[in-house]
């Protein structure tokens, strides 16, 4: 007779234990696998031309952003000026990687809002964004020279996270070589 009380006030305290330990979590901090590797290996066409390419190689030697975005996603409009300000203060070239978007959609985008990138890679199959570890857009990875990923951030930047966390690392990354 008293298991039948203990086991599921046992089993409610469990419960009470694991929704406790979910709310002190952060759920805007998604742990990347890549962290401290080798940006996965790319190789995509431009926006600006089909002929021209971007791949993986490409992002070595400098310490970059690499911003995955798209016309149709509503968070990257509200990043996108912070985007800007990040790499006129930092001097970092931000290489966007356009996701299961149009190039149409993506240009006119581009018109509207302003381009901040350096070069587009032109995403649509949307291999490369999974490659990545992408979830959902906007995501951005801070890579330094060697082309290692070095930080992550899920959903859009703000202000708070550029200036006490992306911007420092940025240059802590610039400063180390």
């Avoid at 406790?20 to 805007?28: F, I, K, V």
Wanted: some cysteine.
């Amino acid at each position: 007779m008293r298991w039948r009380l203990v086991i599921p006030v046992v089993v409610v305290l469990g419960l009470i234990a694991l929704l406790g330990y979910g709310l002190t979590r952060r759920p805007d901090i998604l742990p990347s696998a890549l962290i401290g590797k080798s940006a996965p290996a790319f190789d995509l066409p431009t926006l600006a031309s089909d002929r021209e390419r971007i791949s993986a190689a490409d992002l070595k030697g400098n310490v970059t952003l690499v911003n995955v975005w798209a016309s149709w996603c509503v968070a990257c409009r509200a990043e996108h000026g912070l985007i800007t300000e990040i790499s006129q203060r930092t001097g970092v070239p931000v290489v966007g990687l356009n996701y299961k978007d149009t190039e149409e959609a993506a240009r006119r985008w581009l018109g509207r809002y302003g381009n901040p990138f350096a070069v587009i890679a032109v995403d649509q199959s949307g291999q490369v964004g999974i490659d990545w570890g992408v979830a959902a857009v906007p995501e951005t990875f801070v890579v330094d020279r060697d082309g290692v990923i070095r930080y992550k951030v899920v959903g859009a930047i703000t202000r708070e996270e550029m200036n006490e966390t992306l911007i420092p690392k940025l240059k802590q990354l610039q400063q180390a070589s």
